[in-house]
């Protein structure tokens, strides 16, 4: 069975501070995807990323695919009140399933 | 510009009553999935469908029953409903392909409660 698991699971900082957010699991992915989630509303689609090492950036957010493609982390810099919710990291196995695990999640808050 | 729809958004069920959780999409997605969210935690898939006549079960599927007859639609059935069942459930869509790069599209959810 593959696992996703988040950390911290809860992260409350002041404006303006800087955050990482890891995923992390023992299995092989194909890909690795992080969502956005606000009270009452599916998760939303940040990024995607596929090959070991990859980097990529959305404005303040970064997204890191670990080399060998088990890990992700998330950094946020200069956080937001916006950036508050909680995210979601999801990857999709090596084995040709379709289905997408999901890890346990991180509930930030960014307090003005 | 739909999406992905659920319905009800809202239920309260007693122990024992059955129920049809329903989702629609109109993107021509050929996967769809029913995932439930407990308070606080992430989405633990229940069922998926790659295709119309084709579902298989995921990490939690006792207690639910799914049917994929059509590529629109996605039903989710709780035939004995307990509750360990109350929770947030979630419908998805993706689209078939280079699947490892398509993200999924979600439902806003329909909230659950069995007493």
């Known amino acids: 069975t593959q696992l996703l698991e988040q950390s911290p699971q809860f992260l409350s900082i002041q404006e303006g501070e800087n955050l990482t957010v890891y995923c992390n699991s023992s299995s092989v992915f194909s890909s690795l995807q992080w969502y956005r989630q606000e009270p009452g509303e599916g998760p939303v689609l940040l990024v995607t990323v596929v090959t070991g090492g990859e980097v990529k950036k959305l404005k303040r957010l970064t997204f890191q695919f670990g080399d060998a493609r088990k890990d992700s982390s998330l950094h946020i810099t200069a956080a937001q009140p916006g950036d508050t919710g909680l995210y979601l990291c999801?990857?999709?196995?090596?084995?040709?399933?379709?289905?997408?695990?999901f890890g346990t999640g991180t509930r930030l808050k960014v307090l003005a | 510009n739909a999406g992905v729809t659920q319905t009800p958004k809202f239920r309260i069920l007693k122990i024992g009553q059955s129920m049809t959780l329903q989702c629609t999409q109109d993107m021509n997605h050929n996967y769809m999935y029913w995932y439930r969210q407990d308070p606080g935690m992430g989405l633990k898939l229940i069922y998926y469908s790659v295709g119309a006549g084709i579902t298989d079960k995921g990490e939690v599927p006792n207690g639910y029953n799914v049917s994929r007859s059509t590529t629109e639609d996605f039903p989710l059935r709780l035939e004995l409903a307990a509750p360990s069942q109350t929770s947030v459930y979630f419908c998805a869509s993706s689209f078939l392909g280079d699947y490892s790069n398509q993200p999924q599209h979600f439902g806003d959810g329909t909230r659950l409660s069995i007493l």
């Open positions: 999801a990857g999709v196995g090596t084995s040709g399933t379709y289905k997408y695990i």
